[in-house]
T-cell receptor, first 114, second 114 residues
Framework: AQKITQTQPGMFVQEKEAVTLDCTYD???????LFWYKQPSSGEMIFLIY??????QNATEGRYSLNFQKARKSANLVISASQLGDSAMYFC???????????FGGGTRVLVKP | DTEVTQTPKHLVMGMTNKKSLKCEQH?????MYWYKQKAKKPPELMFV???????INESVPSRFSPECPNSSLLNLHLHALQPEDSALYLC?????????????FGPGTRLLVL
């Protein structure tokens, strides 16, 4: 069975600083995908970044980068130059081949302070 | 355009009512998903439709009945719900080609069962 763990329930970050959100996973599948989503208080899940298990390089999307350490089974999200609009809940998720099912971690709430 | 729309945004229903949630996407995606999200919890997968056929049912009670009339539409029919079914219901879609696809989510329907 797959499991995603986010150990930080909540974090404060100063505006314009970088923040790292932790995510560890457990799976026996050799092929899987890792995602990060942002969920503002409005409820919509916004896709941020994707990393495939066979990707050699860490994924980057604008201010978001994913620090993928396969041997450690971790996929941490780094948000650079935090903005007030980054305040939200962030979910790490993993998909597997069967049905492209997404399994989510418990989430980390980020609050950006001015 | 990565838009998934959901209607209604909010729904209040009694335990004897019958209602439906609607989801629509015009991205040409062939996989569509229903998730249930309780407050302060991650989304949990309910159903997956692939090429308009139900491919995954995560042991969801029969009072929830999904329907996929065509590749762009996904409905969730609700009947005889319980107060514990109150939650945010999220619809998502993806290309339908398999592992690693990004799922794009709609804004959700907030359901309150009285």
């Amino acid at each position: 069975a797959q499991k995603i763990t986010q150990t930080q329930p909540g974090m404060f970050v100063q505006e314009k600083e970088a923040v790292t959100l932790d995510c560890t996973y457990d799976t026996s599948d050799p092929s899987y995908g890792l995602f990060w989503y942002k969920q503002p208080s409005s409820g919509e899940m916004i896709f941020l970044i994707y990393q495939g298990s066979y990707d050699q390089q860490n994924a980057t999307e604008g201010r978001y980068s994913l620090n993928f350490q396969k041997a450690r089974k971790s996929a941490n999200l780094v948000i650079s130059a935090s903005q007030l609009g980054d305040s939200a809940m962030y979910f790490c998720a993993m998909s597997r081949a069967a049905g492209n099912k997404l399994t989510f971690g418990g989430g980390t709430r980020v609050l950006v302070k001015p | 355009d990565t838009e998934v729309t959901q209607t209604p945004k909010h729904l209040v229903m009694g335990m004897t009512n019958k209602k439906s949630l609607k989801c629509e996407q015009h991205m040409g995606h062939r996989a569509m998903y229903w998730y249930k999200q309780k407050a302060k919890k991650p989304p949990e997968l309910m159903f997956v439709y692939s090429y308009e056929k139900l491919s995954i049912n995560e042991s969801v009670p029969s009072r929830f009945s999904p329907e996929c009339p065509n590749s762009s539409l996904l409905n969730l029919h609700l009947h005889a719900l319980q107060p514990e079914d109150s939650a945010l219901y999220l619809c998502a879609s993806s290309q339908g080609r398999g592992l690693g696809e990004t799922q794009y989510f709609g804004p959700g329907t907030r359901l309150l069962v009285l």
